[in-house]
């Protein structure tokens, strides 16, 4: 009986043992990826903040149709990161939604379109899976943009997005992007950035430029959303891997324990009947 305890915490053992090796690896390879896309998603920075400067961010804007853009990744093991994203994407919905209202989804990323169909299935308009196939590019970026500008009729774009700040910290962000009507209408009264104290060169009309400004801007804050949120998910997952690496070392650690005394007390139990049948056969 002794013996079969020992050879099933032996086996154990040795499949804790190879679950971190897996950990390490993946920690490893998180860490690799990790400094070439920081390095790119702090470059992507610039390129919508002059949006926001020029034409604002008006996350209380009420409008009829909302679209909310969910940014998810397409992998799990990487803590409560896609969660986070859905909980704020729901509570903004929540929001969002009345009688007059409409508001729609659309899911970048499988975990996020894999909690949101549950209950959200009849609101998703559009996902977009394998987003991170390849290492992001703006020039893919812009053409999904463009396609889900097309696709979907909206008054305000609602990305949300995990913003990375280190491995160990991101937070959850809303970025909005209004229609070039709504922006107009916004920017007459006063809301959003004065747009008639800039001189028109080249012809174009004012709801032309909005209308390229608004695409151009999509795309941008696209883009530094989507590094954004593929830099805290390698982030995450170097954390998490860590952590589990930790726990099955201290697994193991246990499990050494108890095979060594599972072993010893066979051990003592033998030789307790070799002594106890050389003293029977003695006397």
Not at 10 to 22: A, H
Not at 183 to 211: A, N
Not at 231 to 250: I, K, P
Request: hydrophobic share 35%.
């Amino acid at each position: 009986m002794r013996h079969l305890r020992a050879c099933a915490v032996r086996t154990r053992m040795k499949s804790v043992r190879n679950i971190q090796k897996i950990t390490k690896a993946m920690k490893m390879v998180a860490a690799s990826k990790l400094r070439a896309v920081q390095i790119r998603t702090e470059n992507s920075r610039g390129l919508w903040q002059p949006f926001t400067a020029l034409l604002g961010d008006v996350p209380s804007v009420d409008v009829k149709k909302n679209v909310i853009v969910a940014i998810t990744s397409d992998k799990g093991l990487c803590g409560g990161i896609n969660s986070t994203s859905v909980k704020v994407s729901k509570a903004l919905h929540k929001l969002t939604s009345g009688p007059e209202k409409e508001s729609k989804y659309v899911i970048l990323g499988e975990k996020g379109k894999v909690q949101l169909i549950r209950d959200s299935k009849d609101n998703i308009e559009m996902t977009v899976s394998e987003l991170q196939k390849n290492p992001i590019n703006y020039t893919q970026i812009a053409v999904l943009a463009d396609d889900i500008l097309k696709n979907v009729e909206y008054d305000a774009l609602r990305v949300v997005f995990n913003k990375f700040h280190s491995v160990i910290s991101f937070k959850p962000t809303m970025t909005t992007i209004l229609s070039p009507e709504v922006m107009e209408k916004e920017s007459e009264s006063g809301k959003v950035g004065d747009l008639d104290s800039y001189e028109i060169e080249g012809g174009e009309t004012k709801s032309e430029i909005l209308q390229n400004l608004t695409e151009f801007q999509f795309s941008c804050v696209m883009y530094n959303a989507a590094l954004e949120n593929a830099c805290s998910e390698l982030g995450a997952r170097m954390s998490a891997m860590d952590s589990s690496s930790r726990n099955a070392g201290e697994m193991l650690d246990r499990l050494t324990l108890t095979y060594n005394r599972t072993r010893q007390a066979s051990i003592t139990t033998e030789l307790i009947e070799i002594i106890s049948g050389a003293s029977a056969l003695e006397g």
